[in-house]
């Protein structure tokens, strides 16, 4: 259309696409979703330092009533043609300053984001209106594999020079097969940059790339680093219906459960996986993109073939937390699936004759995580023998359902109430400092923070010196703030041991009255 001669700024009914206007235009149908008010009486605030008498008195003038003011709603006309009809969400102005008001419009945006049934929105901002059409429909194969076999030339731009770019360094010999993610993790904000339909490549193309990183890639060894994309495993998974996938409106297809609905075999995969490993020149085929390991726990094949061939070693794999309270605020499975995945993967493993291992990943101080979660969180990773060694706070970041939680303190994943659910966040520093160090517990620099709150959760029986324990009551010179020559041992009332050598004033037992 451009390069026909039609101006940028005319072309307004492009998808994905967001410009400005100065109103709606004629023939659509605007559907004000601008307010979480509810039909009926608007109760006055009540006042806690008015006299119960004045509150219960008459008012003047014969005992009238007092007027109530009501919200009314409009009602929608059927037959509205969707594609003609665009949602108002609450104004730049009203989300700056209510929060409430910014969980509910990020809700809209996520309802809104399935291109099959998805409408555009407006949103008002000074004496101008914001308007986003709803996003693109998703690529078909064979324009996937246009996109991807455009002649590329795999190298970073000569105005780098010798400079050494790391993000180079990760990509150079790996694989993209895949685009779009139906996982809907509270946190990320893939589904909104490229769509919950997975668009997928063909086996040729894929085929074709790994060949191209063969022939023409400097320093290549015969070591493809991943076969994967957004997500390692979604690859030609789809949902059964195309009617049914356009007339959804779920944030994700395995969360709370696995759609039913959802196609989840991965047999597909397993195939480009050896042909992969067959092509001249290829040693090694790595997987290194995150693995839903709810979804591969469906297909045993692939959980074998995985681990035979496609595991350096380690596998990192992400269940964020053990407790039920953040997960559910992160739209992720309970921890119990990734202990039958750990099964599978460790009889595998056995099977293939290798010593494989699990690298699992946890976000600290997630929307809806308590210190009790972190502290649960804790006390698994030492029952399991894991040491942390880089651990993630939660950081908020555009576009994302978490994020609406960190800011407003209410959940989005429901319909928003200004007296619903209530979602805390640790946000100050000490707190968020914390959470982390209940991930690093092994870490003697954590300890004396651990330490502390512990005594305040009134968990002091896990400081102490035995396996059960989880920090010590001891610390390392020139650790956590201790001096260099040391100090004393951390006491707390469940030191039996200090409270025996009280009683008997033995040496070594405490101390001595």
Not at 158 to 176: H, K
Request: hydrophobic share 30%.
């Amino acid at each position: 259309r451009l390069a026909a001669g039609e101006p940028i700024h005319e072309i307004r009914d492009l998808r994905g696409t967001a410009f400005v206007r100065k109103r709606v235009p004629d023939g659509w149908t605007v559907i004000d979703s601008s307010s979480i008010d509810e039909p009926g009486p608007v109760e006055a605030h009540p006042d806690p330092y008015a006299a119960a008498t004045s509150q219960s008195a008459p008012a003047c003038g014969g005992g009238r009533e007092r007027e109530v003011q009501v919200v009314h709603f409009d009602r929608r006309p059927r037959g509205l043609q969707r594609e003609r009809c665009v949602v108002r969400i609450p104004s730049w102005e009203q989300v700056r300053d209510d929060p409430v008001l910014y969980a509910h419009a990020s809700r809209i945006l996520h309802l809104e984001s399935n291109p099959g049934n998805a409408r555009a929105l407006v949103q008002r901002h000074g004496d101008r209106e914001v308007w986003l059409n709803p996003p693109p429909l998703p690529l078909t194969t064979p324009e996937l594999d246009r996109v991807f076999e455009l002649p590329y030339q795999r190298v970073p731009h000569p105005a780098y020079g010798d400079a050494r770019i790391p993000a180079y360094e990760m990509i150079r010999f790996s694989v993209n097969i895949m685009r779009g993610c139906f996982g809907g993790c509270s946190f990320c904000s893939i589904t909104e940059h490229e769509g919950r339909i997975i668009q997928n490549r063909s086996e040729r193309s894929i085929l074709h790339e790994i060949e191209e990183i063969r022939d023409r890639t400097p320093g290549f060894t015969g070591v493809i680093s991943d076969l994967g994309g957004p997500t390692a495993n979604m690859w030609r998974l789809h949902c059964k219906d195309p009617k049914i996938e356009a007339s959804c409106r779920r944030l994700s297809c395995v969360y709370p459960g696995i759609c039913k609905n959802l196609n989840t075999d991965q047999t597909p995969l397993v195939r480009l996986y050896r042909k992969a490993r067959e092509l001249p020149g290829v040693k090694k085929v790595l997987i290194a993109s995150g693995l839903r390991y709810d979804i591969a726990v469906r297909t045993p094949e692939y959980v074998r073939e995985l681990v035979s061939h496609h595991v350096g070693g380690y596998l990192k794999i992400a269940p964020e937390h053990t407790q039920p309270g953040p997960l559910s605020k992160m739209m992720k499975p309970g921890i119990g699936t990734y202990d039958r995945f750990k099964a599978m993967f460790d009889k595998y493993s056995r099977q293939a004759g290798k010593e494989q291992y699990l690298i699992p990943y946890f976000i600290a101080a997630h929307p809806g995580t308590s210190d009790e979660d972190m502290l649960e969180l804790a006390l698994w990773l030492k029952r399991n023998g894991f040491r942390a060694d880089q651990v993630q706070a939660f950081l908020p970041s555009p576009m994302a359902l978490a994020t609406a939680m960190w800011h407003s303190g209410h959940n989005p994943l429901r319909r928003v109430r200004r007296n619903g659910e209530r979602v805390f966040s640790a946000k100050g520093y000490r707190q968020r400092r914390l959470h982390k160090a209940f991930l690093r517990y092994h870490d003697p620099e954590n300890w004396p923070l651990l330490r502390e709150a512990l005594q305040r959760m009134g968990r002091a029986d896990l400081i102490g010196n035995g396996k059960r324990h989880l920090v010590p009551r001891w610390q390392p010179p020139g650790t956590g703030g201790a001096k260099a020559s040391g100090g004393r041992p951390f006491r707390t009332r469940h030191d039996r041991s200090e409270q025996k050598g009280r009683r008997s004033g033995r040496p070594g037992q405490g101390r001595r009255r």
